[in-house]
């Protein structure tokens, strides 16, 4: 049998492309090497929470059509992202608000917080923020900088943040509210049941052939479909010919505990430079709200995030948009704009640094360009 569309990748731009090909009336085989679907924010149930194998995901959006698309796919919960930092025993709220500036600096109005941010600015002589220490500075001032910026960064990317792009700190919302949501978001939340029943419905009626790698049998898979949907690395599939796309990597430590509550939070981030890992996830909190029933479950299950470089054989998950990985970038992409019936999607198929919502209207895009018409 011939297929209109073979997936590679199972993961959120797979699954958004797959059912809309379908509701089109095409056929489409999936497959993905791991032996499940859903990529990195498949979920698994562990003792009636639903763990995020592959780091925290938080849906957030201002994107109304896609929160009237994915809504279709999934009941989202009125889980409210707030981060505690907690920098040698001492705990800030993230986002930057006006709790942060308060206990950094003893700051008690809006006026006050914003007059220091500007002082401390002024200090470091930065006019045009070049890199993300130059523009963290900027927007919070040298103490957070050093306190809840610097360390947590440099652990994440493994680089200075001086050598950095300043765009990843500006995901990041500075207010002078007292308001710690972190995302500037009118929709959010966690599906109802985890994402990997999410993706479930999104595939529903495709083929899925799982534990099955693409690269390693690229021409008999391909015989198989008239267009590929690549969602894996870029420099993957053109063999690293201009040399390899840097990635971080991430790997958890995950413990199922017998308490009720380990640390009062989904996320907690440790920012200083000493601690090995940047963040602890306590799942269970994503999901049923803090001081509701989460404490009816006897336990609960943490996650330790350390992050690395990249190398062959490990998970990618962050492409490292810098310069020179993006001027690589370009050359694979120049490759790629011309392969004939194969579309490169999602955070590793165009090297991009996206948030699910993004791929989400960019699958949608490029479903519609085909199609005509999202269904
Ligand atoms: N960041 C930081 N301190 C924190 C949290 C985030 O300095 O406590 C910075 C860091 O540079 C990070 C960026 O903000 O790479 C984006 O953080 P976000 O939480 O959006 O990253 P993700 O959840 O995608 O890993």
Same mark, same amino acid.
């Given at each position: 049998?011939?297929?209109?569309?073979?997936?590679?990748?199972?993961?959120?731009?797979?699954?958004?492309?797959?059912?809309?090909?379908?509701?089109?009336?095409?056929?489409?085989?999936?497959?993905?090497?791991?032996?499940?679907?859903?990529?990195?924010?498949?979920?698994?149930?562990?003792?009636?929470?639903?763990?995020?194998?592959?780091?925290?995901?938080?849906?957030?959006?201002?994107?109304?059509?896609?929160?009237?698309?994915?809504?279709?796919?999934?009941?989202?919960?009125?889980?409210?992202?707030?981060?505690?930092?907690?920098?040698?025993?001492?705990?800030?709220? $993230?986002? *930057?608000?006006?709790?942060? !500036? +308060?206990?950094?600096?003893?700051? @008690?109005?809006?006026?006050?917080?914003? &007059?220091? #941010?500007?002082?401390?600015?002024?200090?470091?002589?930065?006019?045009?923020?070049?890199?993300?220490?130059?523009?963290?500075?900027?927007?919070?001032?040298?103490?957070?900088?050093?306190?809840?910026?610097?360390?947590?960064?440099?652990?994440?990317?493994?680089?200075?943040?001086?050598?950095?792009?300043?765009?990843?700190?500006?995901?990041?919302?500075?207010? $002078?509210? *007292?308001?710690?949501?972190? !995302? +500037?978001?009118?929709?959010?939340? @966690?599906?109802?049941?985890?994402?990997? &029943?999410? #993706?479930?419905?999104?595939?529903?009626?495709?083929?899925?052939?799982?534990?099955?790698?693409?690269?390693?049998?690229?021409?008999?898979?391909?015989?198989?479909?008239?267009?590929?949907?690549?969602?894996?690395?870029?420099?993957?599939?053109?063999?690293?010919?201009?040399?390899?796309?840097?990635?971080?990597?991430?790997?958890?430590?995950?413990?199922?505990?017998?308490?009720?509550?380990?640390?009062?939070?989904?996320?907690?981030?440790?920012?200083?430079?000493?601690?090995?890992?940047?963040?602890? #996830?306590?799942?269970?909190?994503?999901?049923?709200?803090?001081?509701?029933?989460?404490?009816?479950?006897?336990?609960?299950?943490?996650?330790?995030?350390?992050?690395?470089?990249?190398?062959?054989?490990?998970?990618?998950?962050?492409?490292?948009?810098?310069?020179?990985?993006?001027?690589?970038?370009?050359?694979?992409?120049?490759?790629?704009?011309?392969?004939?019936?194969?579309?490169?999607?999602?955070?590793?198929?165009?090297?991009?640094?996206?948030?699910?919502?993004?791929?989400?209207?960019?699958?949608?895009?490029?479903?519609?360009?085909?199609?005509?018409?999202?269904?």
């Amino acid at each position: 049998m011939k297929y209109d569309y073979l997936i590679v990748g199972a993961g959120l731009y797979g699954a958004v492309f797959a059912q809309q090909a379908m509701a089109h009336g095409k056929t489409v085989l999936v497959i993905d090497k791991r032996d499940h679907i859903g990529g990195n924010i498949y979920t698994e149930n562990v003792e009636g929470i639903n763990v995020h194998r592959y780091g925290a995901h938080i849906f957030h959006t201002n994107n109304q059509e896609v929160w009237s698309y994915i809504t279709r796919f999934a009941t989202f919960n009125r889980y409210t992202n707030s981060p505690v930092a907690n920098y040698r025993g001492e705990l800030y709220s $993230l986002p *930057f608000n006006m709790y942060t !500036f +308060n206990k950094m600096w003893g700051v @008690i109005t809006p006026d006050e917080a914003q &007059a220091k #941010i500007e002082e401390q600015k002024a200090e470091a002589h930065i006019t045009e923020p070049r890199n993300l220490e130059e523009q963290a500075i900027s927007l919070v001032g040298t103490d957070i900088y050093e306190k809840l910026i610097k360390g947590y960064t440099e652990k994440q990317w493994g680089r200075p943040c001086t050598e950095l792009p300043p765009f990843i700190i500006k995901r990041l919302p500075v207010r $002078l509210t *007292f308001d710690n949501n972190y !995302f +500037n978001a009118l929709y959010q939340g @966690i599906p109802i049941g985890g994402y990997t &029943a999410m #993706i479930e419905r999104l595939f529903e009626g495709a083929e899925i052939r799982l534990g099955v790698d693409y690269l390693e049998q690229k021409e008999a898979l391909d015989a198989l479909a008239d267009t590929v949907v690549y969602t894996g690395s870029i420099d993957a599939y053109y063999g690293y010919r201009f040399g390899e796309l840097q990635y971080r990597s991430v790997r958890f430590e995950t413990e199922l505990l017998d308490t009720a509550n380990y640390q009062g939070n989904a996320v907690v981030n440790y920012t200083d430079r000493e601690t090995p890992f940047t963040r602890i #996830i306590e799942h269970k909190w994503f999901e049923f709200g803090k001081d509701q029933d989460g404490n009816d479950l006897p336990k609960t299950v943490i996650s330790r995030e350390y992050s690395s470089e990249w190398k062959s054989g490990d998970e990618p998950y962050y492409p490292v948009n810098d310069e020179k990985n993006n001027a690589l970038y370009t050359r694979y992409k120049a490759l790629a704009d011309n392969e004939p019936n194969v579309i490169f999607g999602g955070r590793l198929g165009e090297y991009k640094y996206y948030d699910m919502d993004v791929v989400i209207a960019v699958a949608l895009d490029r479903a519609k360009a085909i199609f005509g018409e999202t269904l």
